[in-house]
């Protein structure tokens, strides 16, 4: 998998664009993603909180990267593992 590729959750329409992969199985609710999944799933117990449009989701290390270009109710994982939302940096003050 390489930065610029789409994947398609089996779980639900979530959609998003790969920025960062250096490996594992990159999953949404509880199901791996794949470019040519179907998304008429439904989502698994405990990954079930949903994506949001525009937002950036890393893992702990900030090893994947994640740009969700389409929300729907699974949540993402990686390895089984809850990536969270990429806070974004603070504008420097113009004291």
């Known amino acids: 998998m390489k930065p610029g590729s789409r994947l398609k959750s089996a779980a639900c329409s979530s959609e998003v664009v790969v920025i960062k992969y250096s490996g594992g199985t990159i999953e949404c609710g509880g199901l791996p993603m794949a470019e040519d999944a179907a998304g008429d799933g439904s989502p698994a117990a405990g990954f079930a909180e949903g994506t949001m449009m525009g937002k950036r989701y890393i ?26 939302t990429k806070d974004a940096k603070p504008l420097p003050a113009s004291d």
């Open 59 to 84: 893992d702990a290390a900030a090893t994947v990267e994640l740009l969700c270009v389409k929300p729907g109710k699974g949540s993402l994982s990686l390895d089984g593992v809850a990536l969270t």
